[in-house]
């Protein structure tokens, strides 16, 4: 079953989380022929449902954080509720599109798999797609903030954080004409603002909860802006993605 691991950041994770490239959509969009429903899974703030609601009908968009979606923007065609990706209100046969965003790696996959062939309907596209850590250009930088990543924080991401880093590749996707991508997101960003970043880490909030609240990203603050130097620096972000139909 999903857990909530991002309600007490949920403001944070809005402002400063990734919202994903055009090619992404322009990639994705082509091979979903129906246009009348999508469900976007683990809608966080609702970054995904928000571009889906310029091509569908209705949008469902649903996440187990209520503090997430209060973060949303609204749309007269999107419909946001509290759900898991394991159990939902939905009809079955009912979407043409499933997309979930840097979440898959969290659920229980046989229940989320189950619910997924319930919800969808004749040629359903199943999307799912993540993002790695972002490379500053600078070796010395990429290797404090993977220290970070890895040492001062690595013992407080949860086990499932590891796909992520194999892309998925250890996540069963057993659905047909499977396609895969891989995409950027590049972001010019001040120091200051990547620092509020790795704040909406899970790991980092994991940190806090076990140390009295305290904020593991103060333990490289003073190296890392050193480091980044005045002003902003570009930093990339690997995309990666792979659809189906179920």
Do not use: K
């Amino acid at each position: 079953m999903s857990l909530d691991r991002f309600s007490e950041q949920a403001a944070q994770y809005a402002r400063y989380r990734l919202s994903y490239p055009p090619e992404l959509y322009a990639w994705l969009l082509p091979q979903v022929p129906n246009r009348l429903r999508a469900w976007d899974c683990a809608t966080g703030n609702g970054q995904v449902a928000t571009v889906l609601a310029d091509h569908f009908r209705d949008v469902e968009a649903t996440d187990l954080s209520a503090n997430q979606l209060a973060e949303a923007e609204e749309r007269p065609n999107i419909h946001y509720q509290v759900a898991t990706a394991e159990h939902t209100p939905f009809p079955d046969d009912y979407f043409d599109l499933i997309t979930v965003g840097q979440a898959v790696h969290w659920f229980d996959q046989e229940a989320y798999h189950r619910e997924v062939r319930r919800v969808a309907g004749p040629g359903t596209v199943l999307a799912e797609w993540g993002y790695g850590l972002g490379q500053t250009g600078s070796a010395e930088l990429d290797a404090l903030i993977r220290h970070f990543h890895d040492e001062v924080v690595g013992s407080y991401w949860d086990a499932n954080r590891w796909h992520v880093l194999d892309e998925y590749a250890r996540l069963q996707f057993p659905f047909a004409r499977v396609r895969t991508a891989r995409f950027e997101v590049r972001r010019q960003w001040s120091a200051a603002w990547y620092l509020d970043y790795l704040r909406t880490w899970s790991a980092v909030a994991n940190y806090g909860r076990q140390h009295d609240n305290a904020d593991a990203v103060l333990l490289i603050a003073d190296e890392l802006t050193r480091q980044w130097g005045v002003g902003e620096r570009e930093i990339v972000f690997p995309v990666f993605a792979r659809a189906g139909v179920v």
